[in-house]
């Protein structure tokens, strides 16, 4: 098992660009989450999926995010356009039920 | 919303040294789950909890749900230079209409001398 696949792992952009972070959750797992990591305010829930319908987005910033997730394997979370506050590092996440998740190594995004 | 207070937020302790870190929260929760994140990495789970009460062990690491289900604790006994990391508690409300969100601390940063 690959595990939770998040690409690419690290993204430098300019104020402004539209970024684009991948994910692919394990195979079986009906749950796909994605998270934000800062220092100031820990690890974020922003929105979730549930058999690839979103459940709950209350997290997301800003009407800038946006996820969408087209199948069981795929999910994007898209920023347009970035502003330097939005620098992170953003993690998805998988579980097949109400245990624990499992992270991906996570996107690190630099908006300058 | 729901908060999870998590303490102590660092420490930094010699090899072979017993640590423990806790977490309380403003609600009842029926999940605790405690996760390391090592640098460059996502958050790794260590040890999760369902039953307010229940003791679990995983080699050198303990970790309780307590009885009022509002905290959990994690033990490391005879810490190693690998142990080094960020723990993260996390929580799962009986409250509110998302039931699979997951509540998490802000972390405690273990060092650890060798």
């Known amino acids: 098992d690959a595990g939770v696949i998040q690409s690419p792992r690290h993204e430098v952009t300019e104020m402004g660009q539209e970024v684009t972070l991948r994910c692919k959750p394990i195979?079986?797992?009906?749950?796909l989450f994605w998270y934000r990591q800062t220092m100031m305010r820990g690890l974020e829930l922003l929105i979730y999926?549930?058999?690839?319908?979103?459940?709950?987005d209350s997290g997301m910033p800003e009407d800038r995010f946006s996820a969408k997730m087209p199948n069981a394997s795929f999910s994007t979370l898209k920023i347009q356009p970035s502003e330097p506050r939005d620098s992170a590092v953003y993690f998805c996440?998988?579980?097949?039920?109400?245990?624990?998740?499992?992270f991906g190594s996570g996107t690190r995004l630099t908006v300058v | 919303g729901q908060q999870l207070n998590q303490s102590p937020q660092s420490m930094f302790i010699q090899e072979g040294e017993d640590v423990s870190m806790n977490c309380t929260s403003s609600?009842?929760?029926?999940?605790w789950l405690w996760y390391k994140q090592e640098p460059g990495e996502g958050p790794v789970l260590l040890i999760a909890?369902?039953?307010?009460?229940e003791l679990t062990s995983n080699g050198r690491l303990t970790a309780q749900f307590g009885i009022t289900r509002k905290d959990s604790f994690l033990n490391i006994s005879a810490s190693i230079p690998s142990d080094v990391g960020i723990y993260f508690c996390?929580?799962?409300?009986?409250?509110?209409?998302?039931?699979?969100?997951?509540?998490f601390g802000k972390g405690t940063l273990l060092t650890v001398n060798p």
């Open positions: 996390a929580g799962r409300s009986i409250s509110g209409g998302s039931n699979y969100k997951l509540t």
């Open positions: 999926f549930n058999n690839n319908v979103p459940i709950d």
């Open positions: 609600s009842i929760f029926n999940t």
């Open positions: 195979s079986g797992h009906d749950y």
């Open positions: 909890l369902y039953k307010a009460g």
């Open positions: 996440a998988s579980s097949p039920d109400v245990g624990g998740y499992t």
